[in-house]
Nanobody
Framework: QLQLVESGGGLVQPGGSLRLSCAAP????????IGWFRQAPGKEREGVSC????????????SVKGRFTISAQRTAQKINGTVDLQLNSLTPEDTAVYYC??????????????????????WGQGTQVTVSS
């Protein structure tokens, strides 16, 4: 059972930045597609950004393009790694619980922002991001 652990959420003012991390075993970065999703109160879960296996391709939702960046980080010991989501120029509309998810179903060269089609088998517990003045 793959375990994903998100961190980095918090309260930030409009225009501010946060960096979210999704920690997983190091080989996850190459053998799983990783996606970041979010769910705001009363709204459906939506895809934010994703990274295919080996980082061949990344994709972001139109609502976050130019503001959010997904990237992978490896520890020197190569035991664990993280897939980070850098959030810049935040607005109150970005307020949500952010989840990372992993997939072995998706083709190695693609990733998907489809949140509720069963494409991602493993999910983290989520981290809250609140954008407010």
């Amino acid at each position: 059972q793959l375990q994903l652990v998100e961190s980095g959420g918090g309260l930030v003012q409009p225009g501010g930045s946060l960096r979210l991390s999704c920690a997983a075993p190091e080989n996850t970065l190459d053998y799983y597609t990783i996606g970041w999703f979010r769910q705001a109160p009363g709204k459906e879960r939506e895809g934010v950004s994703c990274r295919s296996r080996f980082g061949i391709r990344t994709k972001s939702a139109d609502s976050v393009k130019g503001r959010f960046t997904i990237s992978a980080q490896r520890t020197a010991q190569k035991i664990n790694g993280t897939v980070d989501l850098q959030l810049n120029s935040l607005t109150p509309e970005d307020t949500a619980v952010y989840y990372c998810a992993a997939s072995r179903i998706l083709h190695p060269g693609i990733c998907s922002l489809e949140a509720d089609k069963g494409l991602y088998e493993y999910w983290g517990q989520g981290t809250q991001v609140t954008v407010s003045s």
